[in-house]
């Protein structure tokens, strides 16, 4: 059966990752932190949570290789109803609230250039289109996943280069520390700003909701989750000291379309109109990463339970096309009836708690002895799950104290996974009986 390779793999990590968060979250950090060392900070500090968080995970994929992400993790260590509860949060909120705000972020972009076109049709067509197209092959997939990946990185340096070479005299920016930086580093606004930047790193994980489907997973899911998330994590420091250096603080604070409130100030409207549709054609990639993994736990889950058998099922070409369609359909109904900011931070605390108990889930995982001889572990064990338990832990805290509205959905939507779990669990045990 033909397989995923390696490049595939890093491309939907990279383009995971790469997408909705380093394009819109500066506005929002910018309301509460205005030190140009400590914003610079959050994207380290979210850097390196989210390589600890990979380096963890590519332990726990490497000896429990199957598809599913979290689904897998918990359902094998702890137990079947906090796998499915993970499953049904990766599959309701985990990529179907992603890539609803990677497509309302496109079309954001694509109105700031075309004023006349309608902000919800083009990231409704957007998502039509390639959930269309990931139900072909897996060929045609990572041909895709591939191309446009590459072109996204390709055109962030290009946005870089053009902004440095042909720009405005740069922002009096000063990216040293100053007096009080240390303070605002712990700060509640840190706290809060850091769940926008967690958000921008989401996708680190990607690799291994295909991991049945990547070639050799032993032995290149490791090299897969650090090499992307590396690239990511070099990508969003260029691109946040660019925004930053390019344009005054006053006209980002608040705004989605900061590429291209950046572009106009830097080289001009006309110029600055080019960017802006050329960072909406970069988010392609990532509604088309997370519409090729995403319904591969809404398989998993599938095979494991009837009564989402269907969502199991492949089609002629062995690609799960029904998960892929019904993901594609939870996306437009986001898109229809939430607003971007309240989807934005509610999937940010559900996939938080997902993400904590998954990277607790590698004490465990040794703790009973379950580990492959000879597959990777966690390089510099036990501190880099402790510093992604930590800063996870401090981000969801604060969630609830300053977005109280947003946390408790969060926590009905883990209440109703319990509850479906509860139902299915009935159904399979009521037709085993008969």
Same mark, same amino acid.
């Given at each position: 059966?033909?397989?995923?390779?390696?490049?595939?793999?890093?491309?939907?990590?990279?383009?995971?990752?790469?997408?909705?968060?380093?394009?819109?979250?500066?506005?929002?950090?910018?309301?509460?932190?205005?030190?140009?060392?400590?914003?610079?900070?959050?994207?380290?500090?979210?850097?390196?949570?989210?390589?600890?968080?990979?380096?963890?995970?590519?332990?726990?994929?490497?000896?429990?290789?199957?598809?599913?992400?979290?689904?897998?993790?918990?359902?094998?260590?702890?137990?079947?109803?906090?796998?499915?509860?993970?499953?049904?949060?990766?599959?309701?909120?985990?990529?179907?609230?992603?890539?609803?705000?990677?497509?309302?972020?496109?079309?954001?972009?694509?109105?700031?250039?075309?004023?006349?076109?309608?902000?919800?049709?083009?990231?409704?067509?957007?998502?039509?289109?390639?959930?269309?197209?990931?139900?072909?092959?897996?060929?045609?997939?990572?041909?895709?996943?591939?191309?446009?990946?590459?072109?996204?990185?390709?055109?962030?340096?290009?946005?870089?280069?053009?902004?440095?070479?042909?720009?405005?005299?740069?922002?009096?920016?000063?990216?040293?520390?100053?007096?009080?930086?240390?303070?605002?580093?712990?700060?509640?606004?840190?706290?809060?700003?850091?769940?926008?930047?967690?958000?921008?790193?989401?996708?680190?994980?990607?690799?291994?909701?295909?991991?049945?489907?990547?070639?050799?997973?032993?032995?290149?899911?490791?090299?897969?989750?650090?090499?992307?998330?590396?690239?990511?994590?070099?990508?969003?420091?260029? &691109?946040?000291? $660019? #925004?930053? =250096?390019?344009?005054?603080? %006053?006209?980002?604070?608040?705004? !989605?379309?900061?590429?291209?409130? +950046?572009?106009?100030?830097?080289?001009?409207?006309?110029?600055?109109?080019?960017?802006?549709?050329?960072?909406?054609?970069?988010?392609?990639?990532?509604?088309?990463?997370?519409?090729?993994?995403?319904?591969?736990?809404?398989?998993?889950?599938?095979?494991?339970?009837?009564?989402?058998?269907?969502?199991?099922?492949?089609?002629?070409?062995?690609?799960?096309?029904?998960?892929?369609?019904?993901?594609?359909?939870?996306?437009?109904?986001?898109? &229809?009836?939430? $607003? #971007?900011? =309240?989807?934005?931070?509610? %999937?940010?605390?559900?996939?938080? !708690?997902?993400?904590?108990?998954? +990277?607790?889930?590698?004490?465990?995982?040794?703790?009973?002895?379950?580990?492959?001889?000879?597959?990777?572990?966690?390089?510099?064990?036990?501190?880099?799950?402790?510093?992604?338990?930590?800063?996870?832990?401090?981000?969801?805290?604060?969630?609830?104290?300053?977005?109280?509205?947003?946390?408790?959905?969060?926590?009905?939507?883990?209440?109703?996974?319990?509850?479906?779990?509860?139902?299915?669990?009935?159904?399979?045990?009521?037709?085993?009986?008969?």
């Amino acid at each position: 059966m033909q397989s995923f390779s390696r490049t595939t793999g890093i491309s939907v990590v990279v383009a995971n990752m790469v997408g909705t968060g380093v394009f819109t979250s500066l506005g929002f950090q910018l309301l509460g932190i205005q030190s140009y060392f400590v914003l610079m900070m959050l994207w380290f500090v979210g850097g390196v949570t989210a390589l600890c968080g990979a380096l963890t995970y590519a332990e726990l994929g490497a000896n429990l290789p199957r598809s599913g992400g979290e689904y897998n993790f918990l359902s094998r260590l702890y137990h079947p109803s906090a796998g499915f509860i993970s499953g049904w949060i990766s599959a309701t909120v985990g990529f179907a609230a992603p890539v609803a705000l990677a497509a309302m972020t496109f079309s954001a972009y694509l109105s700031a250039v075309f004023p006349g076109i309608p902000k919800t049709f083009p990231a409704v067509m957007l998502v039509v289109f390639l959930t269309a197209t990931h139900c072909l092959s897996r060929r045609t997939s990572s041909a895709i996943q591939q191309a446009f990946t590459a072109l996204k990185v390709l055109l962030i340096i290009l946005f870089c280069a053009v902004i440095f070479i042909w720009g405005e005299t740069p922002q009096a920016a000063n990216f040293l520390p100053q007096t009080g930086d240390g303070g605002r580093l712990f700060s509640g606004a840190f706290a809060v700003s850091l769940i926008y930047v967690n958000y921008a790193y989401t996708g680190w994980n990607a690799a291994t909701y295909v991991t049945s489907e990547l070639d050799n997973p032993q032995r290149n899911l490791p090299i897969v989750l650090f090499v992307g998330t590396a690239v990511v994590m070099m990508l969003y420091l260029l &691109l946040n000291f $660019t #925004f930053l =250096s390019a344009a005054p603080i %006053s006209i980002l604070e608040g705004n !989605i379309e900061v590429g291209v409130i +950046v572009a106009d100030h830097a080289i001009g409207a006309h110029a600055g109109k080019a960017m802006g549709a050329v960072l909406a054609l970069l988010l392609v990639s990532t509604v088309s990463a997370m519409t090729m993994a995403g319904p591969r736990v809404l398989q998993v889950i599938g095979e494991d339970f009837k009564a989402f058998a269907p969502l199991a099922r492949n089609n002629s070409n062995g690609v799960p096309s029904r998960a892929i369609i019904f993901q594609g359909g939870l996306a437009v109904l986001f898109m &229809l009836s939430a $607003t #971007f900011e =309240s989807v934005l931070v509610f %999937s940010s605390f559900v996939l938080g !708690i997902n993400t904590l108990f998954s +990277v607790l889930g590698v004490f465990v995982l040794r703790w009973r002895n379950m580990n492959i001889e000879g597959a990777y572990k966690t390089f510099a064990y036990p501190f880099a799950p402790l510093i992604y338990l930590a800063v996870t832990l401090w981000t969801l805290v604060y969630v609830l104290i300053s977005r109280p509205q947003e946390g408790w959905i969060g926590v009905a939507m883990i209440g109703v996974g319990a509850i479906m779990y509860y139902c299915s669990n009935r159904t399979e045990q009521t037709s085993l009986i008969k």
